[in-house]
């Protein structure tokens, strides 16, 4: 299933392995992001349930220079996790990146495959527990193929993470592909292309819209491989919520948690307690398209997904054994940095929430490490004169913030 635009994508590729990195760098920092986290992993795709000892086998399906395949593998490998991961592209450039960041880090438990994700069935590769397929889908010819494909060797009770591309927080993009469509056609060798789009950057007039487009950076700081992957490939589709939804119905999915979740609820953003009743009367996928349409920040949307015809795994919020875990952050300096206005204020892309906190928030997050349960939180907090009932009932409030910004997360099992 190749066509003109995917040649010239292979070739982009190899000439601009995506994203830029260096593996002498990796001695700095791991990289982290969504989706494919592996407490996200544990939470809205085994719906913290599948026990840790249990091997993990994952899938990166277009995995590039490795920022994925690196963050998972590393974050199995401190935390003594078995499995393995997959890494699959058609790039031998990305490969090399990819191969020599895993080597950096000393990592043993990565697996390194050249090939297409259209190529999955019959490959013999999978099943797979988990699949991340980000930033792919959308510069293929048939998009609902490829899910299709990364679908046949998903592993019963798994889950595929997405990212694909997003209309309204791309503005301007499209227009200046166009221009650059007719002053540097694809025709063209990669190194010409990258010249033109450079000039034409710094001499674009201020009116364009992606000069007034500060959540996309990629042509600024991302070096030829960013200005090139934004301005100059030769497919890229953006999905509004309601194509990405039917897009991963088609596919026989359903979508799991969309990241993060409290981006999607318009009544994060309205207040309004006449458009809130509104709201009420909307489906998920008509509340998630609205605050795309309201909010239009959003450059990309990541979702995690499940097979359509599987239950989906209700978390245990309600057992005292659970331990919750956060991502990324450290509950005791959360806490003790809290606004006392039970607010806490989250930033999207320039867009400020304010998010409600029950009386017992900071309580409650300076006691979560990852190692302490619900139970034994409630035991500490009733030391102190804490009542069990209130423990559990500002929990749940605090989950219902704290969760959908995606980082109040409940650990998988021993």
């Known amino acids: 299933m190749t066509d003109a635009p995917d040649r010239h994508l292979a070739a982009q590729y190899e000439a601009f392995p995506y994203p830029a990195r260096d593996p002498r760098e990796e001695a700095r920092r791991l990289i982290v992001g969504s989706p494919s986290h592996l407490r996200e992993i544990d939470h809205w795709i085994f ?186 490939n030769p497919r890229d589709r953006a999905y509004t919520v309601p194509d990405l939804a039917a897009l991963v119905a088609e596919a026989g999915l359903r979508i799991a948690c969309w990241v993060e979740p409290v981006r999607y609820d318009p009544d994060a953003y309205l207040p309004d307690p006449r458009l809130r009743a509104r709201t009420a009367t909307m489906t998920p996928i008509e509340r998630a398209a609205l605050a795309e349409a309201i909010t239009g920040n959003m450059g990309i949307h990541i979702l995690y997904c499940r097979r359509a015809d599987e239950a989906e795994p209700e978390r245990p919020w309600e057992d005292p054994a659970s331990v919750p875990t956060l991502r990324e952050m450290d509950g005791a300096a959360l806490a003790k940095g809290l606004p006392r206005d039970g607010t806490l204020p989250v930033t999207f892309d320039g867009l400020r929430v304010n998010l409600p906190l029950p009386r017992l928030a900071g309580a409650i997050l300076q006691r979560v490490d990852g190692r302490r349960s619900f139970g034994a939180i409630a035991d500490e907090l009733a030391a102190n004169g804490v009542s069990r009932e209130a423990f559990w009932r500002d929990l749940a409030a605090l989950r219902q913030s704290m969760e959908a910004m995606n980082r109040l997360l409940i650990a998988a099992p021993a």
């Open 47 to 232: 719906g913290s349930r599948r026990p840790a000892s249990v091997p993990l086998r994952a899938l990166f399906a277009g995995g590039g220079t490795g920022d994925g395949t690196i963050m998972l593998a590393q974050q199995m490998a401190w935390a003594g996790r078995p499995g393995e991961v997959t890494w699959l592209d058609r790039s031998a450039a990305a490969r090399r990146i990819a191969d020599g960041r895993a080597a950096a880090r000393k990592l043993g438990n990565i697996r390194f495959e050249n090939g297409s994700l259209l190529d999955l069935p019959g490959s013999g590769l999978g099943p797979f527990d988990y699949i991340d397929c980000c930033g792919v889908l959308h510069h293929l010819p048939d998009p609902l193929a490829g899910l299709c494909s990364l679908t046949s060797v998903l592993a019963p009770g798994g889950g595929i993470g997405l990212m694909v591309y997003a209309p309204h927080g791309r503005t301007g993009v499209y227009m200046l592909q166009d221009a650059l469509r007719l002053l540097a056609p694809d025709s063209e060798a990669p190194p010409a292309r990258i010249d033109i789009a450079r000039r034409l950057w710094r001499q674009v007039p201020e009116t364009a819209w992606l000069k007034r487009n500060p959540w996309l950076t990629d042509h600024i700081s991302g070096g030829d491989a960013g200005l090139y992957d934004l301005l100059l």
